[in-house]
C-alpha cells in the first residue's frame, strides 16, 4: 500500500481565523490526504507535540493576524528542539510579501497567501514527500 | 528510515516520536510493520477501554474528561481516535483530537488519531496492532474511541477489555431499532448530555432494555448519566468503569478475552504466512494465467486444477522435510 501522506493544519497563537485553515484541510483531504486540525489557540510548543504523537509528514501553519514572524519560526524551533526537524513547516494566511523571504530563511518551506490554488499547495506537498523519500 | 530493532528498542524505553512512527508503520502494513511487531508482541499487558456510539454523541469530549479521573488509576494513558476515511479519495479529515487538545504536552498521555482507511466495524485495520506499539511502550490504559457506529460496527468489543457505549437523547426511535444490537456492545451504558430535555425518558427506555436482558446475569451494566457541559457524572463513570475492569479480573472474564485476542493474532497470521508458503510452492503467480485459460477452453475444471495441486503439494512438503 502507498503511504499515506499526513498532515496537521494548526493555528498558532491568539487569532481566531478559521475559515482559511479548515477550508485548506477540507482541501487536503479530497486531495486523498489524512489531515489532523488542531482548532483555533495552539502554542507553538503544543503544535510541536502534536505534530510528533500524530506522526505527521507536515505542518501546515495558518495565520492571519500578523503575528507569523514570531509564531511560525517558534514552531520550527520547537520541533527542532523535540528531534523532529525532519517534518516539513510550511504555511499560509494574511501575509506580506515581504515577510516571506525572511520567513523562509527561518525554516518555513512555503508560505500562500489569499488566492493561492489548492492545486499549488498540493504540488508543494507531492514534491517535498517525494524528496524525502 | 531507521533500523526496525532500533525503533523496537526506543519504543520499549517510552520514546514518544518512536511510538508514534511504530504506529504509522504497522498503519502502512507490509514487512516493516510486521518486524516491528515480531519484536514487541505483548496480549494483555494494557487496559483497554472502548468508547463507542453514534456521530456526535460526545465521545471525544467525554475521553478529554476521563483522562483527567483516569490518571488516579493508570500511569500512562494512550487515546487511539479513529475516525472515517472518505471512500471516494481516501482522505480523512481527523477531528476527535480537537476536543483532547489541553492534554497535549502531558508527557503520561499520548494521543493518536487514525482514518479507517477502508476498514468497516468503527475501527481501523491497524488499531489492534496500534495497541500493542503503545502496551509495549508502557502505557497501562489504552482508550479506543470508535468511530461514530451504528449497530453493525462493534468490531472494539473484540479488542477492548471493557467497551462503554455513549448514548444521547434525541436518537429517539433509533433506540428501538438498536434494541437487540446494544446488549452486545456495552458493559456500561453512558448517557450523554444529560443537560438536554428528555434524557431522563431515554436513560428509563434503557435500563428497561437491560434489565430485561440480563435478568439472570450476575453483572448489570450501570447506566450513567454524564454531561460534558455541566462537567456531571464523569467521577461516576470512571467509578464504574473500575468495577466493570475488578469484575471482568476477578471472574476469569478477562483472561478468556486475552485467550481469544491471543488465537486470533494466530490464526491471522497462521493464515498469512500459509497462504505465502502455498503461492509460493504452487508458482501461484506464474500459473494462474494458465488455469483460468483451461477452465475457459474447457479443458479443465477449477475442481481439477486444485485436485493436481492438492496432490503435488504433499510431494513437495515432504521433500522439504
Ligand atoms: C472573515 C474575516 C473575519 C471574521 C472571521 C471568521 C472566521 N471564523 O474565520 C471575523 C468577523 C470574526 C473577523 C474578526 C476579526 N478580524 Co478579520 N477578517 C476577515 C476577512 C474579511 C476574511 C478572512 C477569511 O475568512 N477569508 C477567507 C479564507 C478562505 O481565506 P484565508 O483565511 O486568507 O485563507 C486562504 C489563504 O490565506 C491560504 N491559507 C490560509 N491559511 C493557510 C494555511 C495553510 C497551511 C495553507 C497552505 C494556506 C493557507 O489559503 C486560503 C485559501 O486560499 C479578512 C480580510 C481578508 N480579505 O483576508 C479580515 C482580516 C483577516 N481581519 C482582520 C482583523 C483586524 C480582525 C479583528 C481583529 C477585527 C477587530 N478589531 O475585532 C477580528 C479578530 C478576530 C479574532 N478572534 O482573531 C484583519 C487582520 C489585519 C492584519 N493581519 O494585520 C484583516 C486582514 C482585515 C483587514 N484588512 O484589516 N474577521
Ligand atoms: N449539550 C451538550 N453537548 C455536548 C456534551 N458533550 C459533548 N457535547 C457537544 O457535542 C458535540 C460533539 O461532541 P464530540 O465529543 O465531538 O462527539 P463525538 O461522539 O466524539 O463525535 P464523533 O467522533 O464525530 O462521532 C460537540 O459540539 C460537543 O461540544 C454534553 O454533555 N452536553
Ligand atoms: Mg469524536
Redesign the pocket.
Known amino acids: 500500500m502507498k503511504k499515506k501522506i499526513r498532515i496537521l493544519?494548526a493555528k498558532p497563537g491568539?487569532?481566531?481565523?478559521?475559515?482559511?485553515?479548515?477550508?485548506?484541510a477540507r482541501?487536503l483531504r479530497d486531495a486523498g490526504m489524512e489531515v489532523i486540525y488542531t482548532g483555533?489557540r495552539q502554542t507553538p510548543e503544543s503544535i510541536a507535540d502534536t505534530a510528533i504523537q500524530e506522526d505527521v509528514d507536515f505542518?501546515?501553519?495558518?495565520?492571519?493576524?500578523?503575528a507569523h514572524n514570531v509564531l511560525f519560526p517558534k514552531v520550527v524551533e520547537e520541533l527542532r528542539e523535540k528531534g523532529a526537524e525532519d517534518i516539513v513547516v510550511?504555511?499560509?494566511?494574511?501575509?506580506p510579501e515581504d515577510d516571506i523571504p525572511f520567513l523562509k530563511k527561518k525554516g518555513v518551506q512555503?508560505?500562500?497567501?489569499?488566492?493561492?490554488?489548492?492545486k499549488d499547495?498540493v504540488d508543494?506537498i507531492n514534491k517535498k514527500m517525494n524528496e524525502k523519500n | 528510515m531507521k533500523k526496525i530493532s532500533e525503533i523496537s528498542e526506543k519504543i520499549i524505553q517510552g520514546d514518544i516520536r518512536a511510538i508514534a512512527r511504530g504506529i504509522s508503520l504497522v498503519e502502512n502494513g507490509g514487512e516493516e510493520g510486521e518486524e516491528l511487531l515480531k519484536n514487541l508482541y505483548v496480549e494483555g499487558r494494557s487496559y483497554i477501554l472502548g468508547i463507542t456510539g453514534p456521530p456526535g454523541a460526545g465521545k471525544s469530549s467525554l475521553i478529554n474528561l476521563l483522562i483527567d479521573k483516569f490518571k488516579e488509576h493508570f500511569n500512562k494513558v494512550a487515546v487511539l481516535a479513529i475516525d472515517p476515511s472518505s471512500p471516494f479519495t481516501g482522505g480523512a479529515i481527523l477531528g476527535d483530537r480537537i476536543r483532547m487538545q489541553t492534554h497535549t504536552g502531558d508527557p503520561n498521555v499520548y494521543i493518536r488519531s487514525m482514518a479507517s482507511r477502508g476498514h468497516l466495524g468503527g475501527i481501523a485495520g491497524a488499531t489492534k496492532d496500534a495497541i500493542k506499539v503503545v502496551s509495549a511502550g508502557g502505557y497501562d490504559l489504552v482508550i479506543v474511541e470508535t468511530v461514530g457506529v451504528g449497530q453493525s460496527e462493534i468490531d472494539v468489543v473484540k479488542l477492548a477489555d471493557t467497551t462503554v457505549l455513549v448514548l444521547v437523547p434525541g436518537l429517539g426511535d433509533e433506540i428501538q431499532a438498536m434494541k437487540s444490537g446494544i446488549m452486545e456492545i456495552g458493559d456500561l451504558f453512558v448517557i450523554n448530555k444529560s443537560d438536554k430535555p428528555e434524557s431522563e425518558k431515554l436513560a428509563t427506555t434503557v435500563r428497561w432494555i437491560v434489565d430485561e436482558h440480563y435478568k439472570d446475569s450476575e453483572y448489570k451494566p450501570p447506566i450513567i448519566p454524564t454531561s460534558v457541559y455541566k462537567n456531571e457524572g464523569i467521577g461516576d463513570a470512571v467509578r464504574d468503569i473500575i468495577k466493570h475492569k475488578e469484575y471482568i479480573y476477578r471472574t476469569g472474564i478477562h483472561t478468556n478475552k486475552i485467550k481469544l485476542r491471543i488465537k486470533d493474532d494466530i490464526n491471522s497470521l497462521l493464515e498469512r504466512k500459509l497462504n505465502d508458503f502455498i503461492q509460493k510452492h504452487i508458482k501461484y503467480p506464474e500459473k494462474i494465467e494458465k488455469w483460468v485459460e483451461q477452465v475457459y477452453r474447457g479443458e479443465s475444471t477449477p475442481f481439477e486444477i486444485i485436485k493436481s495441486i492438492h496432490e503435488n503439494l504433499i510431494i513437495d512438503v515432504k521433500e522439504e522435510i
Open positions: 493544519i491568539l487569532d481566531g481565523h478559521d475559515r482559511g485553515a479548515k477550508f485548506i482541501a483555533i505542518v501546515g501553519l495558518s495565520l492571519l493576524s500578523g510550511f504555511g499560509g494566511g494574511v501575509i512555503a508560505v500562500f497567501t489569499p488566492g493561492t490554488s489548492i499547495v508543494f
